[in-house]
């Protein structure tokens, strides 16, 4: 059964500080996807990373995927307060399509 | 070109109640997955149509169903409705792995 695991959970940290959530997943899958939820609000899409060494970047967040080590990086750079929301790994599963969610990471950003 | 639409957006029932939600996918988007995200967690996958068909289903008890119509557009169907199913359901759309899915704004069930 395919896993999905992000750290930290919770993050609050100071504008113009850099820092990494970290997705870690169990099973082998070169499909893996990153949204952000704001508070109420649906689902956003950020990146769509489909193959090993895939690094993409928006603005200042960058994300990369290792699929022989199954884990997945967001970078934040330079956090500024409109980043503060809650950042969701999601992986394909091969089997039946159906993406396998993380718990979530809720990064609180303060001026 | 529109994205993913839901209704309604807000939906109170009564336990042992049948409810139906509905989406309109992205024009273009021949993919809709359904998801299920209970409060402070990540959605869970219910099931996926591609082209009328379902081709994927999660850990969900056969009482939720759903249906694809030839535009594209998808139903979901939760019969004899128990307090647990409370929760925001998410639609989403796609039309290829390699593009992601996009997601509509949701319709929140409250099961009393």
Redesign the interface.
Known sequence: ELKVEQNPLFLSMQEGKNYTIYCNYSTTSD?L?W?RQDPG?????LF?L?SNGAVKQEGRLMASLDTKARLSTLHITAAVHDLSATY?C?V?EDS?????????TKLIIKP | ETGVTQSPTHLIKTRGQQVTLRCSSQSGHNTVSWYQQALGQGPQFIFQYYREEENGRGNFPPRFSGLQFPNYSSELNVNALELDDSALYLCASSSGQAYGYTFGSGTRLTVV
């Open positions: 499909r996807y949204y609000k649906s689902l956003e899409s769509v489909l969701f999601a394909e039946n399509y159906q993406l396998i969610w993380g718990a979530g």
